[in-house]
């Protein structure tokens, strides 16, 4: 039988899409020996939303990939490489000392990702993976619009390939893809690939993730990224053991050690059910999405901001007007950090109620070409381009230029004698308040990396961190545990 095998995104993806990214470092450690040994191709994290990591859970991303790295030894750490920041233009020196950063702490492979999948975004990341020895995968977005036809990922196909890849990976961030549309797009890009392996990472926004992955390996595909539940489905990736299941229904062998995937489950079960974490379940179709494409993490923020104004009854103008913009701006793929550009003007063309009468600093800056350059400007409707651009505000940014510092001006400024790169980049993006409280916050919390097979070990722990008990007593059997406080 024709192998399929699997790429992990349980603790990347599932937490990004269905925990608000609130899984903490002893949890995925929790789980890292049992995913270790589940004989997947990869295993993904990545070195995101450190202002979420330090800020909120008071941990500290890097130590987290350390310690993941040390604990995949029969598997490969795979991180995604986009930008250094999601939503402004850093210097390009940062992400040079990112991807060396990361490669320290053991990842080995980076599935590396261009917002407009241009060439030169895609050189520029390859040049600096292969530097430090990581294993480069480029991502081919997926997008729905007139410009994304099969003549088109033909070429983009081609042109990553030329690049000479570990290999190709169709991207579908907003699970847009149906089995119909791949039944082209599948053969043209693997005929235009060069006889590099092509991957499939497609979500389950739209209800759809299952069914694409399996239309996917009928067409040729032989790698599919999945996650283990509670952590898939819902905006996350397709469960494994359901796509397994239908795969070998269809006669193909899967590849990947239930057993192992299984254990991984039940703890992930146990923790959702500590911690009060939804569990990712399928969704209903909704043909919807194809109009729109927004994120689904995009929805809530959405709802917030009309919310706050007072026009919660304009949630469906403003999706509808999400459709507009979009079109306008010449159909830029919606993921981040375009994808919140779009929804973000989309937003305020409906609170204001005069479209483009007010704009965003990446409005100007996309119409000026800093995100997407001469693509992104060429593409753009050249009326909304010039109302874009007819204010005070874009005169003064399009005589500005990013700051392209040296790594020495770098460390002269964010740095110090004896701070590592990895704490610079930490400086740079949350600012040394914020790290002064990690400090005192401690290492990560021994308590999360119980696992269901600890019930009174977790009990324990819980018990200790209160302050309004000073005796507690527990029996069980011929197990005695007593605990005093001597001090008030």
Request: charged share 25%; hydrophobic share 40%; aromatic share 6%.
């Given at each position: 039988?024709?192998?399929?095998?699997?790429?992990?995104?349980?603790?990347?993806?599932?937490?990004?899409?269905?925990?608000?990214?609130?899984?903490?470092?002893?949890?995925?450690?929790?789980?890292?020996?049992?995913?270790?040994?589940?004989?997947?191709?990869?295993?993904?994290?990545?070195?995101?939303?450190?202002?979420?990591?330090?800020?909120?859970?008071?941990?500290?991303?890097?130590?987290?990939?350390?310690?993941?790295?040390?604990?995949?030894?029969?598997?490969?750490?795979?991180?995604?490489?986009?930008?250094?920041?999601?939503?402004?233009?850093?210097?390009?020196?940062?992400?040079?000392?990112?991807?060396?950063?990361?490669?320290?702490?053991?990842?080995?492979?980076?599935?590396?990702?261009?917002?407009?999948?241009?060439?030169?975004?895609?050189?520029?990341?390859?040049?600096?993976?292969?530097?430090?020895?990581?294993?480069?995968?480029?991502?081919?977005?997926?997008?729905?619009?007139?410009?994304?036809?099969?003549?088109?990922?033909?070429?983009?196909?081609?042109?990553?390939?030329?690049?000479?890849?570990?290999?190709?990976?169709?991207?579908?961030?907003?699970?847009?893809?149906?089995?119909?549309?791949?039944?082209?797009?599948?053969?043209?890009?693997?005929?235009?690939?060069?006889?590099?392996?092509?991957?499939?990472?497609?979500?389950?926004?739209?209800?759809?993730?299952?069914?694409?992955?399996?239309?996917?390996?009928?067409?040729?595909?032989?790698?599919?990224?999945t996650g283990i539940p509670p952590l898939a489905n819902g905006a996350a990736l397709p469960n494994v053991f359901n796509v397994a299941r239908n795969l070998r229904a269809l006669g193909y062998q899967p590849v990947y050690h239930e057993a192992a995937a299984r254990a991984v489950s039940a703890k992930l079960e146990a923790i959702a059910e500590r911690e009060g974490f939804p569990r990712g379940a399928p969704v209903?179709?909704?043909?919807?999405?194809?109009?729109?494409?927004?994120?689904?993490?995009?929805?809530?923020?959405?709802?917030?901001?009309?919310?706050?104004?007072?026009?919660?009854?304009?949630?469906?103008?403003?999706?509808?007007?999400?459709?507009?913009?979009?079109?306008?701006?010449?159909?830029?793929?919606?993921?981040?950090?375009?994808?919140?550009?779009?929804?973000?003007?989309?937003?305020?063309?409906?609170?204001?109620?005069?479209?483009?009468?007010?704009?965003?600093?990446?409005?100007?800056?996309?119409?000026?070409?800093?995100?997407?350059?001469?693509?992104?400007?060429?593409?753009?409707?050249?009326?909304?381009?010039?109302?874009?651009?007819?204010?005070?505000?874009?005169?003064?940014?399009?005589?500005?230029?990013?700051?392209?510092?040296?790594?020495?001006?770098?460390?002269?400024?964010?740095?110090?004698?004896?701070?590592?790169?990895?704490?610079?980049?930490?400086?740079?993006?949350?600012?040394?308040?914020?790290?002064?409280?990690?400090?005192?916050?401690?290492?990560?919390?021994?308590?999360?990396?119980?696992?269901?097979?600890?019930?009174?070990?977790?009990?324990?722990?819980?018990?200790?961190?209160?302050?309004?008990?000073?005796?507690?007593?527990?029996?069980?059997?011929?197990?005695?545990?007593?605990?005093?406080?001597?001090?008030?």
């Open positions: 039988m024709t192998e399929v095998r699997f790429v992990d995104t349980t603790i990347r993806d599932g937490p990004l899409s269905l925990w608000a990214n609130n899984m903490r470092t002893g949890q995925m450690l929790a789980v890292a020996e049992d995913l270790d040994r589940a004989g997947f191709e990869a295993i993904e994290t990545i070195y995101e939303q450190p202002k979420k990591i330090v800020r909120e859970l008071r941990e500290d991303p890097w130590e987290r990939l350390r310690l993941l790295g040390q604990h995949y030894t029969q598997t490969p750490l795979r991180t995604i490489l986009g930008r250094f920041t999601r939503f402004e233009l850093s210097p390009a020196v940062l992400f040079e000392m990112m991807v060396e950063c990361l490669a320290r702490a053991g990842v080995r492979q980076a599935r590396v990702s261009d917002d407009w999948n241009q060439p030169a975004g895609w050189a520029m990341r390859l040049r600096l993976c292969r530097a430090v020895g990581l294993e480069p995968i480029l991502n081919l977005i997926y997008s729905l619009s007139p410009k994304h036809t099969d003549e088109y990922y033909a070429e983009r196909a081609r042109q990553a390939a030329a690049l000479n890849p570990y290999r190709l990976c169709l991207k579908d961030p907003g699970g847009l893809l149906t089995p119909d549309r791949l039944r082209t797009l599948v053969p043209t890009i693997l005929a235009n690939a060069s006889g590099k392996d092509v991957e499939l990472h497609s979500h389950c926004t739209t209800g759809l993730g299952p069914l694409t992955a399996l239309e996917a390996v009928k067409l040729g595909i032989r790698t599919v990224n209903e179709y909704d043909q919807s999405w194809y109009a729109h494409q927004v994120p689904g993490g995009m929805i809530s923020n959405i709802r917030h901001q009309l919310q706050r104004v007072g026009l919660s009854h304009r949630f469906q103008a403003t999706l509808e007007e999400c459709a507009r913009v979009r079109q306008e701006w010449g159909y830029p793929i919606m993921v981040t950090p375009l994808a919140q550009f779009v929804g973000t003007q989309a937003a305020i063309n409906v609170i204001v109620g005069e479209r483009y009468q007010q704009v965003s600093d990446q409005t100007i800056l996309y119409a000026l070409g800093h995100f997407g350059g001469q693509e992104a400007i060429e593409a753009l409707d050249p009326n909304v381009r010039d109302l874009i651009l007819d204010r005070p505000r874009a005169r003064e940014l399009a005589a500005w230029e990013p700051p392209q510092p040296t790594r020495a001006e770098v460390r002269a400024r964010w740095g110090s004698p004896g701070v590592s790169d990895e704490e610079l980049l930490l400086r740079y993006e949350v600012g040394e308040a914020a790290l002064a409280e990690l400090r005192a916050a401690g290492p990560p919390r021994s308590e999360d990396a119980l696992d269901a097979d600890q019930p009174l070990v977790t009990l324990v722990a819980e018990l200790t961190r209160r302050a309004d008990r000073r005796y507690v007593h527990v029996q069980k059997g011929d197990f005695s545990l007593t605990l005093q406080r001597t001090r008030p």
